[in-house]
DNA sequence: CAAAGCAACATCCTATAGGAAATAGGTTCC
DNA sequence: GGAACCTATTTCCTATAGGATGTTGCTTTG
């Protein structure tokens, strides 16, 4: 577990409304971060514990986790984080982005609200003061505002089913590896800039390309993470 | 006391490994079979009490199945069942329906193995003996089939992620009117042999335009729905 | 007669305890 | 020396009890 504050500090900032609600950010937040390991076994007791709450709206919150698809749940034998995503998944996973997505841009530039066009268009162009912080820093507010993005497109396409199956695929997103050097955030930009220029101009094939295109450049350049690093499929899958 | 007798009539058939999980299928059937009315609040002692088990498992189940979209947790008023889909929301899902599926059904007719199109075309033409059966049981039966055949063609595709997502959306489709006349029947397996066949030909913008003409028309078909019963929007969502 | 305030109720939420199963380690046998 | 068996520990899973909160119905007042 490692985590530093032994009890007095609480890892939820302020209660919300609901314990449980505040249990599942925090071990959301504890699993995007890799705080807990991908494939590692997950203690309820000791995650209790280390919350300061008692097991049950532990267990509920990963109930929900397991539905989101960032834990897993061996019947008799406790809950685990899911595996890194191997190279087939991360595949699948772009495949089905771009389908989904090149879907969202389209349509954004189809039926969207002149507030909505600017919107994106300031979004993408607030891309750039990205180049201060440092390393880790640095990493987590470039992908923050690359999901805000997209987020931004998908609110707008107008259809919300989509939007929330969107937002799904992201969480799975980041069970790829997070600690990896990102080289093209200028070239991400630019591509981002583009697909917002064709949505500004309502023109849908090129938005709808311009995403796909996106895309598949983002997929290029997460590829060599998975030449690097050890253990490139499923750690520990004994199922 | 962990082994409790057979009291009554139990809702789950036979237990699987976990309690949870037979309380989740349980409660997942009577959300489906509208037994639990769409927009009706969720007690879950008495919950626990039908089924004969402790709240805990009951509140597990109640977290996935929340992430599953079936029902809704207001923050200190307890679960309700997800309301009926709107109009707009049913235009959206078939919307969505019809990227997915329209792709799966292409993907399937590009790389699928020879014995993958055998499974398809006998499911398409095994629609026929659906006249049997009267009322509530044919129209059952009818739905089974064709969640099916839909699943199928998404198995296929070789895309799991995929697969999954059109899952998750399908079990928002049940939240539809479940008690309406099907009339379309033998068009629903017309179009499905016609699907099936262009999957076997192995011409996948034919399949894929056969699938989105097929949703097109579901869609049609299930319209009337809308303007025949009262409440067609979100009943009681004072949120 | 309507609206606001109050009180009782019902329900959810959290905490704790005990039983059952699986895993891991050591020992024994081949 | 290796493998299988047995035992002990750890962990999960289920059940029950108590505190806090929202909701509902009734009464009272303008």
Redesign the pocket.
Known sequence: MAQQEPREGRLRPARRL???EDVYESIKTLVMDHILPPGE??????LARELD?????V??ALARLEADGLVR?R?????TTTPLLSRAEFDDLFDVRQLLEGATAGRAATHASAEARQRISVEAAASIDVEAGDGYRRHAAFTALDARFHDLIAEVSGSPLLRDTITRLHSHLHLHRLYFPVAGAPDTNTEHQRIAAAIVAGDAPAATEAMRAHLSAARERHLPAFDQLPTPGTPRDSA
């Open positions: 609901t314990l449980t076994r997950v203690n309820i007791d000791a709450v008692s097991p049950t709206p267990r509920e749940k019947p008799l034998s406790g809950y």
